[in-house]
Every structure is written in C-alpha cells, then in structure tokens.
C-alpha cells in the first residue's frame, strides 16, 4: 500500500524557489550560448512557474500566514514585490527574445526574485514555522491549487 505524502507548505514553496533559480542559471547559458529560441523558452518557463508561485502565495499561504502571524508589514512588503515581478513578467512577455532589452529585463526578475526568496526563505517561513499555522495541511491545499493551475495552462 502507498500512501502519497504531500510536502508540507515550506518545503513545497522552497522547491518552486529552486526550480527558479535553476531556470535563471539556465537562462545565464543560452544567453552566453547566444542561443535566442533556448532564451525565449526557458523565460517562458520561469515567468509561468513564478506567476503559479506567486497566486497560491498570494490566495493561500500568505492569507494564513498573515493570520497566524499577525506581521502584515511583511506580508505587504511581500505583496509589493510580487506585484512589482507581474509587472516585469507581463513586459517580458511582449518582447522578443533578441531585443536588446530581453536579458536586462530577465535579469533584474532573477534578482528581485532572489532578494524576494531570501527574505521569505530567512524571516516569513521561519516566523510560519513557530506560529501555530498548520503547515502540513496548507501544504495540500497549495499542492493542489498548483497542479490545478498547470493543468489551466497547459504546464506538465
Ligand atoms: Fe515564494
Ligand atoms: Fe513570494
């Protein structure tokens, strides 16, 4: 008998900030690799994985972190963040992979994402995880939401 064992809320939402950050890095090659199509697919990758990210934050873990936390300056500094990369994501997307502004506009995502990610990962997690939020149980419903969300879209 197998039982299917979801993350729980934490580890599933520092996975998807991995699987960004190993996007990035790939991005970095085609992009030295001078590699214009592998530039174009791998930016539409991870702008569709970070605006999945960000929605099951937004409608799920942030709402229950602010509850069981109570600290709303970090969840709407947070919110700041995340609607100042929709709007890069959203100029990303009307541009053509060898326009000289693509990489610049890529790049400065990977960097607004990575200081995003460092303070979720070093103070809201940390703050979640003495709080009495029930992280396994969030974890389903963002597990849930997610895939939910890749089928709408079409993402494996
Ligand atoms: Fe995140
Ligand atoms: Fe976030």
Do not use: W
């Amino acid at each position: 008998m197998s039982t299917i064992v979801a993350p729980n809320a934490i580890e599933l939402l520092e996975a998807d900030h991995r699987e960004a950050e190993a996007l990035f890095e790939e991005f970095e090659k085609a992009k030295d690799a001078g590699d214009n199509q592998a530039k174009f697919e791998i930016a539409t990758k991870v702008c569709a994985a970070l605006l999945i990210h960000m929605e099951i934050e937004e409608t799920i873990f942030y709402p229950a972190a602010r509850d069981a936390t109570g600290d709303d300056d970090k969840l709407n500094e947070a919110q700041v963040e995340h609607d100042g990369a929709k709007k890069l994501i959203a100029e990303i997307g009307k541009l053509k992979p060898e326009d000289p502004m693509f990489d610049a506009k890529v790049k400065v995502l990977s960097e607004q994402i990575e200081h995003h990610v460092e303070e979720e990962e070093n103070e809201l997690f940390p703050e979640t995880k003495k709080s009495d939020m029930d992280l396994e149980a969030i974890g389903e419903q963002l597990e849930e939401a997610k895939s939910e969300l890749k089928n709408q879209h079409g993402i494996p």
